[in-house]
């Protein structure tokens, strides 16, 4: 059980870290000019996210998956931390998949949002894993 919950964490910090980076290549790439460094960018955020983002990602919840279904549903099913847990962890795959669409919208040069608007969106994980880490830890409810 050890091993299990040492991979996922393992593999979260993986995930975070990709969606931590990510969108600050975005805000980078909005405001690059010149066609090498924009070819770049391209480059950069398609093998951050197909290459250790969404890897990260799908661990963390190959991981998390099994720790759950090992520990028994009815284990879960009264714990109100959890349940929000799986609220924000479900808000999480949603980013992640909206980070995709962006690095598909940037590669095929149909950027439309300007680096402002990609700083903010930066925060968003931030603040899941800071929801995350207290309710696996705290367990508030």
Known sequence: ML?????HLIFMVTWFAGLF????LF???AQATDPV????FKVMERRLYWGITTPGGVL?????GWLFF????A?????????????L???????????GHYVQRFAADQNPHGHVYYRWFNEFPVLVLVGVVILAVVRPF
């Not at 963390?60 to 998390?64: E, I, P, S």
């Not at 284990?75 to 609220?87: C, F, I, N, R």
């Open 70 to 73: 090992a520990h028994g549903l």
């Open 60 to 64: 963390t919840l190959v991981f998390g």
């Open 27 to 29: 805000v980078y790439h």
């Open 75 to 87: 284990h879960y099913t009264d714990q109100g931390w959890m349940h929000a847990k799986l609220t």
């Open 3 to 7: 091993w299990l919950k040492a991979l």
């Open 21 to 24: 980076y990510l969108p600050r």
């Open 89 to 99: 962890i479900t808000s999480l795959v949603i980013y992640h998949l909206w980070c």
């Open 37 to 40: 460094g924009i070819a770049r």
